[in-house]
């Protein structure tokens, strides 16, 4: 969480205007200035007159201390924002790992490299050229990962391969890809049976004309394999 102070702490300082600053800051806490005041125990007026630039900028000290008490208060209330903002600190590796091929390589040849199975596009899997791969906890990208996080998934281009671990049908990894505005080049379901394999989840595949390719092979051999090009 200093992080996070540390950025709003930034902005107030860096800012042309930095009483409007922290007024946005405390209305973004929803904390009403005489609650303010009263933690830190000076008077309204104090606040109300620095967010309205009548007195000097506020010195390091004081924005400190206009800072801590924002999350002090927060954390008083339940800490509801203080919970948003820890979300968001969360490491991107805890949900995916990007790798970036130092070459263009064939979709064909990626399919090789996993020992894959294409089950829908085929046609697109030769001409297909991709430039990296993101490996994706399908569970936890769902359930817990931020959705500012998803950006980051297509790492420096979108063509790239999304491999989704710890799939039971594939259907929710394809409903995400179906919804967003970016679309990798193609799709691996691991360690999934062709015949588990969701019909919406192909359905789709096959409308988005996004490969969807089944791999049984261990995530060390896919590793070992793909990040040596």
Do not use: C
Request: aromatic share 8%.
């Amino acid at each position: 969480m200093d992080k996070i102070k540390a950025e709003i702490a930034g902005e107030i300082a860096l800012s042309d205007d930095p009483g409007a600053t922290m007024k946005k800051w405390r209305d973004i806490f929803g904390i009403p200035q005489v609650e303010l005041a009263r933690h830190l125990k000076i008077t309204v007026s104090t606040i109300s007159d620095y967010e309205g630039n009548r007195r000097k900028s506020p010195g390091a000290g004081v924005i400190k201390r206009f800072v801590n008490a924002l999350f002090d208060i927060d954390q008083l209330k339940g800490g509801v924002l203080t919970a948003k903002f820890a979300e968001k600190q969360k490491p991107v590796s805890d949900f995916f790992e990007v790798h970036e091929f130092a070459r263009a390589i064939t979709l064909r040849d990626f399919v090789g490299l996993i020992k894959g199975q294409v089950l829908s596009n085929e046609d697109l899997v030769d001409s297909g050229r991709i430039y990296g791969y993101t490996l994706i906890d399908s569970i936890k990208v769902i359930l817990e990962m931020p959705f500012s996080y998803f950006q980051n998934l297509y790492g420096n281009v979108n063509e790239r391969v999304f491999i989704f671990t710890g799939v039971s049908t594939g259907r929710s990894p394809m409903v995400v890809i179906r919804v967003s505005p970016s679309k990798p080049s193609a799709v691996v379901l691991h360690n999934i049976d062709a015949n588990k394999v969701d019909k919406l989840a192909v359905k789709i595949s096959e409308k988005e004309r996004i490969p969807l390719i089944l791999t049984k092979a261990s995530i060390e051999e896919i590793k070992d394999a793909l990040n040596r090009i």
